[in-house]
């Protein structure tokens, strides 16, 4: 049966097929196994793996639904295929990019030369809410800050990737990467071996090897904990699945205490000391003396032990100042500030509300562009101007108008399509994807990343959290790209 056709690809990039109805390099054989399939075949086997995702309760949590509290996170069998020398752009273009943003974070709360020399606007960092003044004067340990990066890429209409966001604050989705995977190996065991893919197996022990790097130098053997906010927070499968295979502790803030300078987890043979923290809390929530008074997710105290250099954390609080949405704007100019390089992948085009000029265009453009909040996450905050009505759009304008530095603005971006099972059919749905960076001894980005599909026919959004799902994402190596 002849799945893949030359379908209208309806003016999108198809990353499988080109315009003439070619596979593209590297995609051959995964075109070839599929389009041999017997007829149904690729449907009971979709049936297969989502059974099998189920069966491993891969889930995740959506706040404020009321069907339950626990859904399976959709899976798409067929993968997406990166060749080698596309990735090696992609990588070389994140380490760049991770080792600037992490210098940035350092010289904002330290010297402050990148506000000094004009480069980046001194009320843009102080309005942010993500600036952490209590963060000011310090270096955390081995002068790093963000140790583990999600960044969003998306795959533009002339091929090219461009980075959408950074995560640096507290990233989630790299479960879903490793599960997927083995889904994968499961489904399709020959094609996988046939086509050389680089692994993702190795990425909690890469985790592990960062997080010990942290702990302090008279340390032989740290005692290391995931700080979770618990089984209601949307992550927690992760929190417990990292926990698990790399084996550190799970904590709650319930579990830990500051005591003689130290932070000590509860135990029942009493009190055991933690040298490191993997935090999965946002700042706000990690300690009450300092930051809410109100949360009870956090450890009173934890900071100044901190500070002291009595334990370290991952990530360092105050990272976010690095993926306010308004900063984005200004980081290629962040790196070749701090590396003297032009960046290797660029941003998308950004229009700045605070400037008087970008404003203007924006509010006169709104039905054209995407409109974002600073500091929002998972789809939320956000306008999608093409697919809006006119009371949103008015809406947008006034908080635009009311509060201009919180707002930035961007073309619809024409995102690549990946074919993905629809029912019975095939069908192109668009994708975006988030390699993770891990920062310790050296920057480590792992092969691939999480590929979410957005699975409402024509939506851009890719949000688990409003309907998307993922696919496993294949890294080739060299001689098979």
Same mark, same amino acid.
């Given at each position: 049966m002849e799945i893949f056709r030359n379908d209208d690809h309806e003016g999108f990039y198809d990353e499988l097929i080109d315009e003439k109805g070619i596979p593209r390099p590297g995609v051959e054989l995964l075109v070839e196994k599929i389009n041999s399939l017997p007829e149904g075949d690729l449907v009971l086997r979709q049936k297969a793996a989502e059974a099998l995702l189920l069966k491993m309760g891969i889930t995740f949590n959506v706040y404020g639904q009321n069907e339950g509290a626990e859904k399976i996170f959709p899976f798409d069998l067929i993968p997406r295929i990166i060749p080698s020398n596309e990735w090696e752009q992609i990588e070389a273009g994140l380490k760049q *990019?991770? #080792? %600037?943003? !992490?210098? #940035?974070i350092q010289d904002v709360y330290n010297d402050k030369k990148i506000l000094k020399d004009k480069i980046v606007p001194e009320d843009l960092i102080f309005s942010s809410r993500t600036y952490r003044k209590e963060c000011e004067g310090f270096t955390p340990p081995r &002068?790093?800050?963000?140790h583990v990066t999600g960044t969003d890429l998306v795959r533009g209409g002339d091929g090219c990737f461009y980075v959408l966001e950074d995560n640096l604050r507290c990233p989630s989705g790299v479960s879903y990467v490793?599960? !997927?995977r083995q889904v994968l190996k499961r489904t399709f065991p020959q094609l996988f071996e046939e086509s050389q893919v680089r692994q993702v197996d190795d990425y909690p022990g890469k985790l592990l090897q960062m997080l010990e790097y942290l702990a302090p130098d008279e340390i032989q053997s740290p005692t290391i904990g995931i700080l979770t906010p618990g089984m209601y927070n949307s992550a927690y499968f992760e929190h417990s699945f990292l926990s698990q295979q790399m084996g550190v502790e799970l904590v709650e803030g319930r579990d830990l205490v500051v005591s003689d300078g130290f932070v000590y987890m509860l135990t029942t043979r009493g009190l055991k000391r933690i040298d490191v923290l993997y935090r999965r809390i946002d700042d706000d929530f990690i300690d009450p003396a300092v930051f809410r008074p109100d949360s009870l997710l956090g450890v009173k &105290?934890?900071?100044d032990v901190y500070k002291k250099g009595r334990i370290a954390m991952a990530n360092a609080p105050g990272t976010g100042i690095a993926d306010d949405k308004v900063i984005y704007a200004y980081v290629p100019e962040?790196? +070749?500030y701090y590396t003297g390089e032009e960046p290797i992948l660029p941003n998308v085009p950004t229009y700045i509300c605070r400037e008087e000029k970008d404003r203007a265009y924006v509010l006169d453009h709104l039905e054209?562009?995407?409109? +974002?909040a600073a500091n929002e996450s998972g789809g939320y905050g956000m306008l999608i101007g093409p697919h809006s009505t006119k009371a949103e759009r008015e809406q947008f %304008? *006034?908080?635009?108008?009311?509060n201009p530095r919180n707002y930035i603005a961007q073309p619809t971006l024409s995102l690549s399509r990946v074919p993905t099972i629809v029912g019975n059919r095939i069908e192109g749905r668009h994708v975006d994807l988030r390699p993770y960076i891990l920062f310790g001894k050296d920057i480590y980005v792992q092969p691939g990343g999480l590929t979410r599909v957005a699975l409402k026919k024509g939506s851009l959004v890719v949000n688990s959290s409003q309907g998307g799902g993922s696919k496993d994402t294949w890294v080739l190596l060299p001689h098979q790209s």
């Open positions: *990019r991770i #080792f %600037a943003l !992490n210098e #940035f &002068g790093i800050w963000c490793l599960e !997927n &105290g934890l900071i962040i790196i +070749k054209e562009l995407v409109v +974002k %304008a *006034r908080l635009i108008t009311d």
